[in-house]
């Protein structure tokens, strides 16, 4: 099986040979997803907007490998507070609003570099066939 790099238009990991996700198959896993805006190339200050951001990032980068949330198997959070996970959780229901299908999900809180707040990783597994 061949295994491509999926890469998103203003996302990157600052210059770092890193690609956004990789696709083996039908199965994608994603690199760290962070709240960057890609149309600025900044990582907002502001908590809401990262998360707000790296959700909408995971949703790109699922949608330029052909997929969409509804393919994702698993999501972990990656947060330097947990004190924000009722943010986290507003956007998580916006994304999975059916509380029967939505993917498994672990948050850890962990050093993050300034200023993120956050990040993610996910794994999906896209019908494409």
């Not at 943010?87 to 993917?103: C, G, H, N």
Request: charged content about 20%; overall charge negative; glycine content about 8%.
């Amino acid at each position: 099986m061949a295994r491509h790099s999926i890469e998103v238009p203003g996302l990157h990991h600052g210059g770092l040979p890193i690609p956004q996700a990789c696709m083996v198959g039908n199965l994608l896993a994603s690199s760290g997803i962070s709240p960057l805006d890609p149309a600025t190339g900044a990582v907002p200050d502001d908590t809401e907007a990262q998360v707000q951001l790296v959700f909408a990032n995971a949703r790109r980068i699922l949608e330029a490998a052909g997929g969409g949330p509804e393919d994702m198997a698993k999501c972990t959070v990656f947060v330097r507070d947990k004190a924000i996970r009722p943010v986290i959780d507003k956007y998580w229901i916006e994304m999975f609003p059916d509380e029967a299908s939505r993917p498994a999900r672990h948050t850890l809180r962990i050093d993050l570099a300034e200023p993120l707040q956050i990040q993610l990783e996910i794994l999906a597994l896209l019908n494409k066939g």
